[in-house]
T-cell receptor, first 118, second 112 residues
Framework: KAGVTQTPRYLIKTRGQQVTLSCSPI?????VSWYQQTPGQGLQFLFE???????NKGNFPGRFSGRQFSNSRSEMNVSTLELGDSALYLC?????????????????FGQGTRLTVV | AQSVSQHNHHVILSEAASLELGCNYS??????LFWYVQYPGQHLQLLLK??????LVKGIKGFEAEFIKSKFSFNLRKPSVQWSDTAEYFC??????????FGKGTKLSVKP
């Protein structure tokens, strides 16, 4: 069974631009979560989508947004990029919405998209 | 707010040495606890998880972890490490809304 696929793997953008990252979850998984990983802050939760609805959101500014399509694929968008947005963005898929049951919090991660803002 | 603390930033061991990585969490309710490993250039992989039941949890590759509720701890152990265990290890707790809250990670370097 294929794992979580994230595209692109690497991205270089200029400050002020916007970027869209894509995530295809494991087949049959309906929840997609996004995390930002930086050396200083570690792994921080961005948001979770389930059935095309955002179910949970972390403490990130409104420049970070996402959406989920009917096939469970998800995209994450960052507008007006800042140097501090340089990070590894990880997508994780779960079978069901992780907030619906404590048993659902097992997440499977993709390899991430390395975003560099210059 | 929920948080996870990992005591060691970088641990260096020789092959065959025993490993214990500390993890403490702050959350008063029912917890789901996880250890993930990130090998160089690879994605995060689940090592083991605790939802309920036996507090001693066995995972893949010979790792185990013990949940001690009174100490809010979930330490990771392995009796004998190998060079291939060189990686970064993350402890995480399932948050009240389901998302994972991660510790800052511990880099493990195993010398051959």
């Amino acid at each position: 069974k294929a794992g979580v696929t994230q595209t692109p793997r690497y991205l270089i953008k200029t400050r002020g631009q916007q970027v869209t990252l894509s995530c295809s979850p494991i087949s049959g998984h309906r929840s997609v979560s996004w995390y930002q990983q930086t050396p200083g802050q570690g792994l921080q939760f961005l948001f979770e989508y389930f059935s095309e609805t955002q179910r949970n959101k972390g403490n990130f500014p409104g420049r970070f947004s996402g959406r989920q399509f009917s096939n469970s694929r998800s995209e994450m968008n960052v507008s007006t990029l800042e140097l501090g947005d340089s990070a590894l963005y990880l997508c994780a898929s779960s079978l069901l919405w992780t907030g619906a049951s404590s048993m659902n919090t097992e997440a499977f991660f993709g390899q991430g998209t390395r975003l560099t803002v210059v | 707010a929920q948080s996870v603390s990992q005591h060691n930033h970088h641990v260096i061991l020789s092959e065959a040495a025993s490993l214990e990585l500390g993890c403490n969490y702050s959350y008063g309710g029912t917890v789901n606890l996880f250890w993930y490993v990130q090998y160089p250039g690879q994605h995060l992989q689940l090592l083991l998880k605790y939802f309920s039941g036996d507090p001693l949890v066995k995972g893949i590759k010979g790792f185990e972890a013990e949940f001690i509720k009174s100490k809010f701890s979930f330490n990771l152990r392995k009796p004998s490490v190998q060079w291939s265990d060189t990686a970064e290890y993350f402890c995480a707790v399932g948050g009240s809304q389901g998302n994972l809250i991660f510790g800052k990670g511990t880099k493990l370097s195993v010398k051959p």
